[in-house]
């Protein structure tokens, strides 16, 4: 299976810090992207990094891709209270149906 | 750009009914999907057309639910009959290019049947 597994499943921080989520997977991909939740809303995608690259930044995102252990990381800096939210990855297979699995998600809850 | 509109936002039905969900996907996406998410199961893909065409409906849970895409700009998810265990959020998404870039989620419709 591709799907993603999210590691851990549940955080909770207090404003100001770090928060870091692992996934992991099972197979070869083409890209691994990272979507936010919020509650009763609809996924937003995040960010994308594909299997060449090992890091990728956007504001206070940083991702990283480990292919050789079938793993990525998100790291929040700084921490908000509006970062409380699920966030899942999600992965797209190297070959085969163009679509991605999502994994379950990991709840963040940041602690004004 | 409006981004992916679903209607309605919330559909409250008794059990046995017709059900009627809609997507207007991002204007350009050739690809669009059909989610469903609840606590115990999460997110589940239920179906994707490429082009508006169904490429793969093995997550549709069984015959009562279908799905079309008549053209670029709509689709509809429908449910007949309806049941209680079929009460989830239901999301659409479009994306351009299918997996190699993001998806774009609609708000989601909140189905309960009772």
């Known amino acids: 299976s591709q799907q993603g597994e999210e590691d851990p499943q549940a955080l909770s921080i207090q404003e100001g810090e770090n928060a870091t989520m692992n ?14 939740q ?18 990728k930044h ?48 990991n709840q963040v809850v940041v602690i004004p | 750009d409006a981004g992916v509109i679903q209607s309605p936002r919330h ?3 008794e059990m046995g009914q017709e059900v009627t969900l809609r997507c207007k996907p991002i204007s350009g996406h050739d690809y669009l999907f059909w989610y469903r998410q609840t606590m115990m199961r999460g997110l589940e893909l239920l179906i994707y057309f490429n082009n508006n065409v169904p490429i ?8 009562r639910f279908s ?6 700009s709509f689709s509809t998810l ?22 190699n870039y993001g ?6 419709t909140r189905l309960t049947v009772v």
């Not at chain 1, 996934?23 to 936010?36: F, G, P």
């Open chain 2, 56 to 63: 793969d409906d093995s997550g549709m849970p069984e015959d």
């Open chain 2, 103 to 108: 998806y774009t989620f609609g708000s989601g």
């Open chain 2, 78 to 99: 429908k449910i007949q009959p309806s049941e209680p265990r079929d009460s989830a959020v239901y999301f659409c998404a479009s994306s351009l290019w299918g997996a």
């Open chain 1, 58 to 105: 956007s504001g206070r995102l940083r991702v990283t891709l480990d292919t050789s252990k079938k793993s990525s990381s998100l790291l929040i800096t700084a921490s908000r209270a509006a970062d409380t939210a699920s966030y899942f990855c999600a992965t797209a297979p190297s070959y085969g149906n163009n679509r991605l699995a999502f994994g379950k998600g």
């Open chain 2, 67 to 72: 799905a079309k895409m008549p053209n670029a």
């Open chain 1, 23 to 36: 996934c992991s997977y099972k197979t070869s991909i083409n890209n691994l992207q990272w979507y936010r």
């Open chain 1, 38 to 55: 919020n509650s009763g809303r609809g996924l937003v995608h995040l960010i994308l990094i594909r299997s060449n690259e090992r890091e």
């Open chain 2, 11 to 13: 559909e409250v039905t």
